[in-house]
């Protein structure tokens, strides 16, 4: 029987891996940890337990979304105003 949380954390696993993209250490550095870190809990089954995981990788994509839109606004700034 498959696991009715398994879409969410295909789900999460794209999102994360998209974002990671434009990491500041590398894509395949942050693909690595990704890969790693969702390995390390492939075996966990208790939804409760997989419930907090999927909300602990959602608050991990909104701290990327932030680093990307801070160094986007930094660079605006810093073409258009001098320090």
């Known amino acids: ?6 879409s969410e954390v295909v789900r999460l696993y794209k999102n994360l891996l998209y974002l ?10 942050f693909r690595d940890r990704l890969r790693a870190a969702f390995t390390k809990n492939k075996s966990v089954q208790d939804p ?3 419930k907090t995981m999927i909300a602990r990788g959602e608050f991990v994509a909104r701290e ?3 680093l990307y839109y801070l160094r986007k ?3 605006m700034k810093k073409r258009y105003y001098e320090d």
């Not at 029987?1 to 398994?6: D, E, H, I, K, T």
């Not at 990671?20 to 550095?29: F, H, I, V």
């Open 1 to 6: 029987m498959a696991n009715p949380l398994r």
């Open 73 to 75: 606004y930094r660079a």
């Open 48 to 50: 409760e337990q997989i």
């Open 20 to 29: 990671g993209r434009e990491y500041p250490k590398g894509a395949d550095y």
């Open 64 to 66: 990327l979304e932030a």
